[in-house]
């Protein structure tokens, strides 16, 4: 399994920026889906940013699109997702996630499925973030 490490989360206004970051240890597979996860209490665990290892795809749902970005450093095996123009609704324990996929290259139709799944290879035990005044 991938061992995956959150950091960065904490305590925001509405309106302000985070950065969290994931530290991979070494994949096991060529191709594979790299992303962010959230869980709000009461709601189901949600996909909110993926990214694609081996052609930098990358799908973001209407909630987060235009305000969150999903990026990597590949010699690092870390990836970040920038929050910006943060809401009290995104408030939650963001988990950063891995899983292997068939292709190097996916339809965004195909990453959007993946990203809207569950069923992952490896989970981080999670960043709370914290959007309130």
């Known amino acids: 399994q991938v061992q995956l490490v959150e950091s960065g989360g904490g305590l925001v206004q509405p309106g302000g920026s985070l950065r969290l970051s994931c530290g991979a240890s070494e994949f096991p597979w060529d191709n594979y889906m790299i992303g962010w996860f959230r869980q709000a209490p009461g709601k189901e665990r949600e996909g909110v940013s993926c990214i694609i290892n081996s052609d930098g795809s990358t799908y973001y749902p209407d909630s987060v699109k235009g305000r969150f970005t999903i990026s990597r450093e590949n010699g690092k095996n870390t990836v970040y997702l920038q929050m910006n123009s943060l809401k009290p609704e995104d408030t939650a324990v963001y988990y950063c996630?891995?899983?292997?996929?068939?292709?190097?290259?996916?339809?965004?139709?195909?990453?959007?499925?993946?990203?809207?799944?569950?069923?992952?290879?490896?989970w981080g035990k999670g960043t709370l973030v914290t959007v309130s005044s």
């Open positions: 996630a891995t899983r292997k996929v068939t292709r190097p290259t996916l339809s965004i139709a195909m990453i959007r499925i993946i990203c809207e799944s569950p069923r992952v290879d490896s």
